[in-house]
Each structure stands twice: as C-alpha cells, then as structure tokens.
Nanobody, 119 residues
Framework: QVQLVESGGGLVQAGGSLRLSCAASGSILRINDMGWYRQAPGKQRELVATITSGGSTNYADSVKGRFTISRDNAKNTVYLQMNSLKSEDTAVYYC?????????????WGHGTQVTVSS
C-alpha cells in the first residue's frame, strides 16, 4: 500500500521557520504532482504549494515569497520550507501526491502535521 507520512511540524514563534517533509512509500512506479495543503480550525482545506515531477512550482498568494516547495525524486519526498511564519499560518498541513502504484493511479493524502505559530 502507498503511504504518505508528514513530519517536521511543531510550535514556532512568529517570524520563525519550519521545514516540513513528506515521504511516500510503497510499491510506487511514478509520482507526478506533489503538493502541500493546510486546514485551519473552522476553515476549508486550502492549497499552499504544488510542484510537478519536473520541478515547476506554484504557490498560494498568501505564502508566496515566504515558503519554498521542493522535492527529491530519488527519495520520493517533498519538502516545504516555511520562513517568516505568521499566526495566520497555523493549521494542519497535509501532503498530497499523484501516484502510479503497481495496481492503480490515484491521489493520496498524508494524515497531516500540526503547525502552530505563536503571536
């Protein structure tokens, strides 16, 4: 079975930095787009950043210039470097990936990692 596991979340002061990681494991043949989403209490899940298999990136306006998404295809891992964090960034951050496995193609989600930014 394909699994995505996020790590790197935690508590940080406003203005600080965190680096999130998401590693995919299982019988993976290919990973296409990967991305990070977040969901704050009482709000809809929103896109934070995406990255294609070739390295093209896209960011939500709210994080542009502060966050950087990257990936290591050899490790099946996507990263999110978060700088200049604001209290508004507080949310559960979820990893998403489009994955071809031995038996199917589909979108997969991790279980999320909590990021809390103190004001």
């Amino acid at each position: 079975q394909v699994q995505l596991v996020e790590s790197g979340g935690g508590l940080v002061q406003a203005g600080g930095s965190l680096r999130l990681s998401c590693a995919a494991s299982g019988s993976i043949l290919r990973i296409n787009d990967m991305g990070w989403y977040r969901q704050a209490p009482g709000k809809q899940r929103e896109l934070v950043a995406t990255i294609t298999s070739g390295g093209s990136t896209n960011y939500a306006d709210s994080v542009k210039g502060r966050f950087t998404i990257s990936r290591d295809n050899a490790k099946n891992t996507v990263y999110l470097q978060m700088n200049s964090l604001k209290s508004e960034d507080t949310a559960v951050y979820y990893c998403n990936a489009e994955i071809f496995s031995r038996q199917e193609f589909g979108g997969y989600w991790g279980h999320g990692t909590q990021v809390t930014v103190s004001s």
